[in-house]
């Protein structure tokens, strides 16, 4: 078994008030023996990251004190090129590598260069990390999934208006490559929270979705056996026709 969560955001003054706040919610999930936790896309005040082992510092001490994988959302990294990326934090306290975003969204496709490839991430199990907009797109999770994730990790920041095509996209992804899905978003003002842990349930050759939301800020936590998902993935996959 493999303990995965989340974590919901607000608005904060600082970024440094923001780390403090989420650090005691990561703190409190890392008492529970939480294996892997996400946090939502562009959540801190200014999300413009130049050195992420200093903005971070306090997240990695906590992921080596718990042995916990942290992926502590997605943000503008400033180096020769200015991409959106999810960093991920491993179990040892080092960041172990991150994940590019390939579809950058609305006014965000004048500001960076989009990503190009999609990662493998092997800590407490395998996972991809789909940065928020990629989740529109079918073959970012397909590809994940087909590369060995057993589950997808979702960084996002989804106005209030966006809540419900946003959390169809999350659901069908799960069914079409049966795979459970973290997704977690923002809520303040303007951003509408509602992330949500999507797990599968079959029964007589039908899947579907197990819903778990997050309502205010804090984190939540779930048991997954990903063994329970093998045999309806192959099925799935193997009845796939190759056609044009």
Known sequence: ??????????????????????????????????????????????NKISNFDLEFSEFKKIAKEFSMTIVPGAFYQI?????????????????????????PFGYERGEVKPGNTVKIFNTACKFGVIVCYDMVFPKVANTLVKKGAQILISPSRIVRRGIEPWQLYVQVRALENRVPIIAANVKNQRF??????VDLMENDNIVTTKITKLSKEGGIAKEFNFDKYEKSRKSRFSDSNKFH
């Open 192 to 197: 509408g929270g509602n992330s949500i842990i």
């Open 79 to 103: 180096a020769k090129k200015i991409s959106i990326i999810a960093p991920v934090i491993g179990p040892e306290g080092e960041f172990i590598g991150k994940q590019e975003k390939i579809h």
């Open 1 to 46: 078994m493999v303990k995965l969560g989340l974590i919901q955001t607000v608005s904060y003054s600082t970024n440094q008030n923001g780390i403090s706040k989420v650090a005691e919610m990561l703190k409190k999930l890392g008492k529970k023996e939480t294996d892997i936790v996400c946090l939502p896309e562009q959540w801190l005040k200014n």
